[in-house]
């Protein structure tokens, strides 16, 4: 079974700062995937960034950036210079890599950006 | 830039009714997925389908739940006998070849309120 926890259900930061959104994973597996996910509240899924569990750096993407740290298993977000248009929900998801395995997602964190 | 599309965008039935979402994925995507977010909570995985068969289902996909790939194009989902608790926003998502990339790429979504 796969679990994700995310432990910030909201939370409000200044425009231009950095955010950290927090994410711990509990998987079986030798071999699974990590990712973010951006919900605004338009309501569409907007794939951030992606982390497999065998990649020895962390993945960049933009402004996006995810701090993988296994021994810990957190996959926590990083958000540089934040923006207004940041606001939105933001789930961390799981799965294993062996095909068509779905993604279980954490409950999410509603990140708010404040001017 | 191709993206997959959801039809209708919201969808309102009677208790007892039965609904069929439907999805075209991602052209030359292999792996298809239906998952469900009841208002305010976490994604949650649904089945997925790979090789015109399902792959996985959750314990949510019980038998008043089916999906089908009529054509090669369409990918649906039906629920038989809708109840209130069905109530929720049905997303769509296609994976293209497993080992490259792992993104699953999420439809718009159908809004489905059952009264």
């Known amino acids: 079974a796969q679990k994700i926890t995310q432990t910030q259900p909201g939370m409000f930061v200044q425009e231009k700062e950095a955010v950290t959104l927090d994410c711990t994973y509990d998987t079986s597996d030798q071999s699974y995937g990590l990712f973010w996910y951006k919900q605004p509240s338009s309501g569409e899924m907007i794939f951030l960034i992606y982390?497999?569990?065998?990649?020895?750096q962390n993945a960049t993407e933009g402004r996006y950036s995810l701090n993988f740290q296994k021994a810990r298993k957190s996959a926590n977000l990083v958000i540089s210079a934040s923006q207004l248009g940041d606001s939105a929900m933001y789930f961390c998801a799981t799965t294993w890599l062996r095909g068509a395995d779905g993604l279980t997602f954490g409950k999410g964190t509603h990140l708010i950006i404040q001017p | 830039e191709p993206e997959v599309t959801q039809t209708p965008s919201h969808q309102v039935t009677q208790m007892g009714q039965e609904v069929i979402l439907r999805c075209v994925p991602i052209?030359?995507?292999?792996?298809f997925y239906w998952y469900r977010q009841i208002l305010g909570q976490k994604v949650e995985f649904l089945v997925s389908?790979?090789?015109?068969?399902?792959?996985?289902k959750s314990e949510i996909f019980d038998d008043q739940f089916s999906v089908e790939r009529p054509d090669g194009s369409n990918f649906t989902l039906k629920i038989r006998s809708t109840k209130l608790e069905d109530s929720a926003m049905y997303f769509c998502a296609s994976m293209g070849l497993a080992g490259t990339s792992r993104e699953q790429y999420f439809g718009p979504g159908t809004r489905l309120t059952v009264t």
């Open positions: 982390q497999g569990s065998y990649d020895e």
């Open positions: 389908f790979y090789n015109n068969e399902i792959s996985e």
């Open positions: 052209s030359n995507h292999l792996y």
